[in-house]
């Protein structure tokens, strides 16, 4: 691994104001698609519109991932790939509340799952560096990790709530 002749503690800095900086990103763009399908809704889309629309979000954000990463390592531009998708993400989701129809809100639904398709690659690379540097490499796996209990519980929750209102998912047996 290369030595960037950067401290411990300047590395330590970056993963925490890295780690607030996405965590005020995630709270914004996941606000944001908890209501996408109502919103578009709303706006007129019928309910297969509102699935291609958030279909093809995703297909765009975790399609397109690799071809930003190849991006990024090859010309080493990993600070401008990952200011310009939080820029990205910094207009789009706020234009959401101007889109007066679906077809605009597709639209920047669609480019705000861009967004994260351009700076996942890179933010991740640069905070691999520093995590080796602090001698950490477990931060990312613990960071991912966190975030996977986190849908994990939030499932558990809805399942268990499911089964005290009496509802079973189908294919479970009854007891």
């Known amino acids: 691994m290369k030595d960037f002749g ?3 503690r300047d590395s330590l800095k970056f993963v925490i104001l890295l780690g607030v900086v996405s965590l005020f990103a995630d709270a914004t763009y996941e606000g944001a698609r908890s209501i996408a399908g109502p919103y578009l809704a709303v706006l007129g889309a019928s309910a297969a519109i509102v699935g291609i629309v958030l279909g093809l979000g995703e297909l765009v954000g975790y399609g397109l ?8 390592d090859r ?5 401008t790939m990952t200011i310009l998708g939080y820029a990205l993400n910094l207009l789009a989701v706020p234009l959401l509340a101007l889109a007066g129809r679906w077809e605009i809100a597709a639209f ?3 480019a705000e799952r861009m967004g994260k398709a351009i700076r996942t690659p890179a933010r991740d690379a640069m905070l691999s560096h520093a995590t080796a540097r602090l001698l950490y490499p477990p931060v990312h796996a613990i960071s991912r990790l966190a975030k996977s209990d986190r849908e994990e519980r939030a499932f558990r929750s809805t399942v268990r709530s499911g089964l005290r209102a009496g509802k079973r ?3 479970w047996a009854s007891t």
């Open 169 to 171: 998912p189908s294919g």
């Open 108 to 110: 920047l639904m669609i």
């Open 75 to 79: 010309t080493g531009k990993y600070w």
């Open 6 to 8: 950067i401290s411990r």
């Open 65 to 72: 991932r690799s071809l930003f990463g190849y991006i990024s």
